[in-house]
């Protein structure tokens, strides 16, 4: 099969559609054709070298993917070869064939195609368990999700819409927070423009419950400060930084919960419990059209550069789709 390998004597990491030996499927595990990936900011830090696939998982970016089912391993009773599906994936999805566990299948919709199926996992997945399972979102209360238009973000706004939650917004452009309002949020500042804590203490002077963070050191002072009493900040990523100083007595006075998360390196089982409780509570609204993945733009795998580059330019609202196979 084809995969992208990334060139890593070379400068810029340049990327390369190029044969590589065919994934074997082990027991449990279905073998799939895959005709659609996404690019996920992940992606961009694994190219580098700096965020490598845990071990025995394959060695090309992709951490989800959609396709039809080429072969069964063994002890795999609940699927047909030609059935449709996408997965959430520990690596591999840059590439013509990945072997999935059975624990992490999703049956596609008859009236789906591949590219809307490859926008879900990853996203919907990474926006629910921290907002729901970790931060334990209720019905009634406030959310503030940074970076509303990423994959992540437009994720996360249409859930906790659905949840009965207010939704709060950062963003960096103003077309960005437009299609957040779209999406469900209530209010946004431009973080570019305005200290984002300042905008929403103006117009939330009781502060929100949940946030949803991607920015680390740099907002975290400001996220505590914005806190109600009992809120959860989940941090999920680090676009400014990884150390912070902060005022320890806050936590403890306002008994706030500072979690942080990844999805990646969780056991098989840890992902097959999150898929099975995300399937019972928001795949039918997936399904019925009530929520929608975004898709900014599909790009051909062959030019898998420009699909990173229109990320690592945080051009995108919403999912960036690579074709694999035509449909
Ligand atoms: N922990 C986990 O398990 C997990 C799983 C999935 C994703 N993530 C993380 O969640 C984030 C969203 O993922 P994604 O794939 O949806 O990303 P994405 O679509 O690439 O969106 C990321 C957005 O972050 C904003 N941003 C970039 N640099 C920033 C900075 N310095 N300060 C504030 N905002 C900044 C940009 O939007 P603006 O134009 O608004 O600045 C950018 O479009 C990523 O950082 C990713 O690594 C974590």
Known sequence: MKAICVDEKSEGFPLRWEDVPDPVCGAGEVLVDIHATAVNRADLMQRQGNYPP?????????????????????????WQVGDRVCALLSGGGYAERVAVPQELLIRIPNDWDFVKAAAVPEVFYTAFVNLFIEAGL?????????????????????????????????????????????????????????DFAEAILEAYPDGVDVILD???????????????????????????????????????????????????????????????QFEQRFWPLLVNGTIEPVIFEVVPITQAEAAQDILAQNRNTGKVIMAVRDE
């Open 54 to 78: 845990p071990s025995g998982m394959p060695p090309y970016m992709g951490l989800e993917m959609s396709g039809v089912i080429a072969e069964l391993g063994e002890g795999v009773t609940n």
């Open 138 to 194: 209720q019905e009634g209360e406030t959310v503030l999700i940074h970076g509303g238009g990423s994959g992540v973000g437009t994720a996360g706004i249409q859930m906790a819409r659905e949840a009965g939650c207010r939704v709060l917004v950062t963003a960096g452009t103003e077309e960005k927070l437009d299609r957040c309002k779209e999406l469900g949020a209530e209010f946004g500042v431009n973080y570019k423009e305005r």
């Open 214 to 276: 991607i920015a680390g050191s740099d907002y975290l002072a400001r996220n505590i400060e914005l806190l109600k009493l009992r809120g959860r900040l989940v941090i999920i990523a680090l676009l400014t930084g990884a150390t912070a100083e902060i005022n320890l007595s806050f936590l403890m006075r306002k008994r706030l919960r500072v979690i942080g998360s990844v999805l990646r390196s969780r056991s098989l089982e840890e992902k097959a419990a999150i898929a099975q």
